[in-house]
């Protein structure tokens, strides 16, 4: 899809025409410049009959300044300059880009008294507009007022500030990361119908563009090497199931890589165990984790980054016909290990069981984090606004937490035990995939700790937060693109040379 808004980037000058925008702290106002048609002065006028204070996302629109050629002149409150961090720009984006309406042409000015305005903090808000601007309407033949319409030319944004080379180099690699996010929403957002395995593992190896080397295993390849966990998933539908193998060497030759691994159940009826039909058309985004390792691919490679890159895929389709695992049935796993399936919508980690096994036991990496969509218990936690973190591993556990805190894409830290674990043991095989009512996240997460063995690793549960979560200022879409961010600031802080 075309782009909705093209930035750019230059030093501070006299606007001649469109939409104008400027910034004011809280309780700072805006002083009078005394230069003829300068809307600075206009706003020190109007603001204090307004009642505008600057907190942190209010807005104010004045009338333009006789004799000047502006359309419109509106005002974005910061809050108090000393709690902007990193977030707060790419939110104040988001709400600028929430103001635009029908502007055509617009400029912001990176203005605060006392304050100089960064690369890092021009870049962040650029991000926020366009992440806010991200609209799925593609299906839509009749656009409304707020749609995205590919036909026409895309909002020219000018963001004037001191440096505005060094803004834009800051931009090309917060841009790169955007447009992984914006992928993963791409993924999750699209109907089942056009998206299976095997679309998805096609999608997965246009990142060879990027060099990205991507493998892609069918069905021969996987029964090949024993993954009948995975395959026994995929046996109800007529889409064969994949497993995409994503590696990217940005990094010492000799260095092991970081994985990543992700959940991609394409649809998920819940097998012969049904899901209600309520809320199952959401079930689209069952592949949520496979499609934020596929957008944090494509930000890493994209930007260049100084590490090497595993990300696996285990891409299947859990239908019902007369092929379907069954309550009761027992499959033997890559690792070996038997699995009693007790239930046929627990079939997420069945999945992830294999494509841990294989990413542990092909590379050898230096730790994996897993994402999935993995369980309804996790919400009842959480709730929506921070995912679930297991970890066998302390520091691993701690960057994540860091990581998360930074990008505000939330983790919460969800205990491990053997307590819990012995929850899964089966009298019929080696363990069963399900634990019992209470703590389902938790035994969920020990389930898949059987297959990583002594791997620093991570499994984070975002089935509250990858689709249908709140949305917020730069976010409006039900796909939200959850652990792009988050990944791309764990691998850059922690795993690049």
Request: hydrophobic share 45%.
């Amino acid at each position: 899809m075309a782009a909705r808004y093209s930035i750019a980037f230059s030093k501070f000058a006299a606007v001649k025409k469109g939409a104008v925008f400027v910034l004011s702290a809280e309780d700072a106002g805006i002083s009078e410049t005394g230069k003829a048609h300068d809307p600075a002065n206009t706003l020190a006028r109007a603001l204090p009959i307004a009642d505008f204070s600057g907190k942190f996302g209010s807005v104010a629109e004045v009338l333009a300044p006789e004799g000047a050629e502006i359309g419109r002149l509106a005002v974005i409150g910061v809050g108090k300059i000393s709690a902007l961090d990193e977030y707060a720009w790419m939110k104040l984006g988001g709400q600028i880009a929430a103001s635009l309406r029908k502007a055509e042409e617009v400029a912001i000015i990176l203005d605060l008294p006392g304050v100089e305005v960064g690369a890092a903090e021009a870049a962040g808000l650029a991000a926020g507009i366009l992440l806010r601007g991200y609209s799925f309407d593609k299906y839509k033949t009749k656009k409304g007022d707020d749609a995205k319409d590919d036909s026409k030319a895309p909002v020219k944004i000018t963001i004037q500030l001191s440096h505005p080379s060094a803004a834009k180099k800051a931009f090309a690699e917060i841009e790169a990361v955007v447009d992984g996010v914006c992928l993963a929403r791409d993924l999750v957002n699209e109907p089942a119908n056009i998206l299976g395995p095997v679309e998805f593992a096609d999608r997965a190896k246009e990142l060879e563009a990027l060099g990205v080397k991507v493998e892609i295993l069918a069905e021969k390849e996987m029964k090949k090497l024993g993954m009948g966990s995975l395959l026994g998933v995929a046996q109800g539908s007529p889409r064969g199931a994949r497993l995409a193998v994503l590696q990217w060497n940005g990094g010492k030759a000799k260095d092991k890589p970081v994985a990543f691994v992700g959940k991609g159940v394409t649809f998920d009826t819940g097998g012969n165990s049904m899901k209600p039909a309520s809320g199952m058309e959401e079930m689209k985004g069952d592949m949520g984790g496979a499609a934020a390792v596929t957008g944090l691919m494509h930000a890493l490679a994209a930007r260049k980054a100084k590490a090497n890159v595993v990300g696996i895929l285990g891409l299947v389709e859990n239908s019902v016909d007369g092929h379907a695992q069954r309550p009761g049935d027992i499959v033997t796993s890559m690792s070996g290990q038997t699995i009693e399936v007790l239930n046929t919508d627990a079939e997420g980690r069945l999945v992830l069981a294999d494509a841990l096994w294989y990413c542990n036991d092909r590379f050898h990496p230096k730790l994996i984090v897993d994402l999935a969509t993995l369980t309804g218990a996790i919400m009842v936690a959480l709730g929506q606004h921070h995912a679930g973190l297991f970890a066998n591993d302390d520091e691993l556990a701690n960057r994540l937490l860091q990581a998360g805190t930074v990008t505000q894409e939330k983790l919460w830290r969800m205990p491990l035990g053997s307590e819990y674990d012995k929850l899964l043991d089966s009298k019929n095989a080696d363990m069963k995939n399900i634990g019992g009512r209470y703590g389902g996240a938790i035994t969920a997460a020990q389930f898949l700790q059987r297959f990583i063995k002594e791997t620093p690793w991570a499994h984070l549960d975002i089935a509250g937060t990858a689709m249908g979560a709140p949305s917020s200022e730069i976010n409006q879409s039900w796909g939200s693109g959850f652990g792009v961010r988050l990944l791309d600031r764990f691998v850059r802080d922690n795993y690049e040379g």
